[in-house]
């Protein structure tokens, strides 16, 4: 990997995501484990709904965010700027929080506790796989930028 290169990531970000509810899907094909026995009812789902919403919001404000700055989306492509405005003020990966408030949002509407049991290994691909090759990447390419920019944000929340 080099800084022309890009992050050396394999799997698109979403994928491991919707890899969890897939998994999660052929779980409770096998052995139903709902978080409500009675289905999801109005309190579960609306925050569930507040939560995938949040997630959809967050995730659209990050990816215009970088849109506005010109920095590609897809963390295989190289990038000329560290972005540190918008979202990216809170949290080193605003798109993956997102992604993960959805998911869980997700899994409250459709009321599968599957997805909240394998949502830490979701995390736990997403960081391996994807969050700690970013990191090499942007700390490779803008290393004093990047070096302030992890000591002052949080990686995740």
Known sequence: MTPSSGADVRV???????????????????????????GARAPQAGLGLVALAAGVSLAV?????????????????????LVTSGPYRFTRNPIYVGLTFAYVGAALVVNW??????????LIVMNVAVVEPEERYLG????????????????WL
């Open 61 to 81: 404000w990050a990816v215009a965010t970088l849109r506005r700055a010109r920095v590609p989306i897809l963390p295989w492509q190289p990038v000329p700027a």
């Open 12 to 38: 698109p970000p979403p994928v491991v995501y919707l890899g969890g509810f897939l998994a999660t899907w052929l779980l409770n094909q096998r052995l139903e484990f709902l978080i409500d026995g009675k």
């Open 113 to 122: 506790a599957w997805a909240l049991v394998l949502l830490p290994v979701v």
């Open 140 to 155: 490779a390419a803008f290393p004093d930028v990047y070096a302030s920019f992890s000591a002052n944000v949080r990686r």
